[in-house]
Nanobody, 121 residues
Framework: QVQLVESGGGLVQSGGSLRLSCATSASISNFNSMGWYRQAPGKQREFVAGITLSGSTSYADSVKGRFTISKDNAKDSVFLQMNNLKPEDTAVYYC???????????????WGQGTQVTVSS
């Protein structure tokens, strides 16, 4: 069973920075992509940033220019550097990894337990 463990959340003032980490129990080379999602109270979970096996990155428009996703293959970890944080970034942040099976034609997702990020104004 694949496990994803997030760390690095906390309370920060508006304009501050945090770095989230996600460690996997399996080699990250097993996944087609890894990324971060977030869920604010009363809202649906939303995509924040992703990084593919080849290293291509993508971001939600709301975080472009402020957040940076990266990975360390040797440490089987993915990171999210969050700068210039805003109160609207407050949410539980979840690490995600997925595998695409061309034979079964399905996607299998794995999720971490989430880490709280709170940005005060």
């Amino acid at each position: 069973q694949v496990q994803l463990v997030e760390s690095g959340g906390g309370l920060v003032q508006s304009g501050g920075s945090l770095r989230l980490s996600c460690a996997t129990s399996a080699s990250i080379s097993n996944f087609n992509s890894m990324g971060w999602y977030r869920q604010a109270p009363g809202k649906q979970r939303e995509f924040v940033a992703g990084i593919t096996l080849s290293g291509s990155t993508s971001y939600a428009d709301s975080v472009k220019g402020r957040f940076t996703i990266s990975k360390d293959n040797a440490k089987d970890s993915v990171f999210l550097q969050m700068n210039n944080l805003k109160p609207e970034d407050t949410a539980v942040y979840y690490c995600n990894a997925y595998v695409l099976s061309p034979v079964l034609k399905r996607r299998t997702d794995y999720w971490g337990q989430g880490t709280q990020v709170t940005v005060s104004s």
